[in-house]
């Protein structure tokens, strides 16, 4: 089965804390995404990456920053969380062949920052 | 840029009832469309997806969707729903950006309740 694995469902953080959310894949694929969601807005991809060390910004890059030294792991960093940071934050790798492939899921880490 | 619109936040239905949910697209290419569902504190699932084979496509748990090139929409809809079909339901357009990125740009959601 496919699986695509938060660290973390339910984090609280401070203000200006440096906070880390991990994801991991199981299937040794090259394209993996951070979205963040929030009510009436939909998802927002954050950062997507589609190799080890590669990366490029999405829509909403501002206030965070990625890592992937392996293909497995993709990391999303705050470097100093804010309030407008609450939100829930979605890992996704793409799966299946070619330019019809979908995103797959994890189930999302819930961050509140006080 | 690619994106899409999803008509109506929140679509209210009797069991056994019609769902029909909206999705309309904007794309200067043949575009690929996916469904998605969401269930409460879960993420994404995959509901079915369009990708130019075949236009009234089938997915899982009963829906299913039609590609209107002309309407530039892509509609999902399910005969009867079930209780269980209550969910958040995100409508995603890929965006074309060449090479190898395969980026979903999404719709803000449609949450489907369902009445006994």
């Known amino acids: 089965d496919v699986k695509v694995t938060q660290s973390s469902r339910y984090l609280v953080k401070r203000t200006g804390e440096k906070v880390f959310l991990e994801c991991v894949q199981d299937m040794d694929h090259e394209n993996m995404f951070w979205y963040r969601q929030d009510p009436g807005l939909g998802l927002r991809l954050i950062y997507f990456s589609y190799d080890v060390k590669m990366k490029e910004k999405g829509d909403i890059p501002e206030g965070y920053s990625v890592s992937r030294e392996k293909k497995e792991r993709f990391s999303l960093i705050l470097e100093s969380a804010s309030t407008n940071q609450t939100s829930m934050y979605l890992c996704?790798?793409?799966?299946?062949?070619?330019?019809?492939?979908?995103?797959?899921f994890g189930e999302g880490s819930r961050l509140t920052v006080l | 840029a690619q994106s899409v619109t999803q008509l109506g936040s929140h679509v209210s239905v009797s069991e056994g009832a019609l769902v029909l949910l909206r999705c309309n697209y904007s794309s200067s290419v043949p575009p690929y469309l996916f469904w998605y569902v969401q269930y409460p504190n879960q993420g994404l699932q995959l509901l079915l997806k369009?990708?130019?084979?075949?236009?009234l496509v089938k997915g899982i748990n009963g829906f299913e969707a039609e590609f209107k090139k002309s309407e530039t929409s892509f509609h999902l809809t399910k005969p009867s729903a079930h209780m269980s079909d209550a969910a958040e339901y995100f409508c995603a357009v890929r965006v074309n950006s060449g090479g190898s990125n395969y980026k979903l740009t999404f719709g803000k959601g449609t949450l489907l309740t369902v009445n006994p």
């Open positions: 996704a790798h793409r799966v299946g062949q070619g330019r019809t492939g979908e995103l797959f």
């Open positions: 369009y990708t130019s084979a075949a236009t």
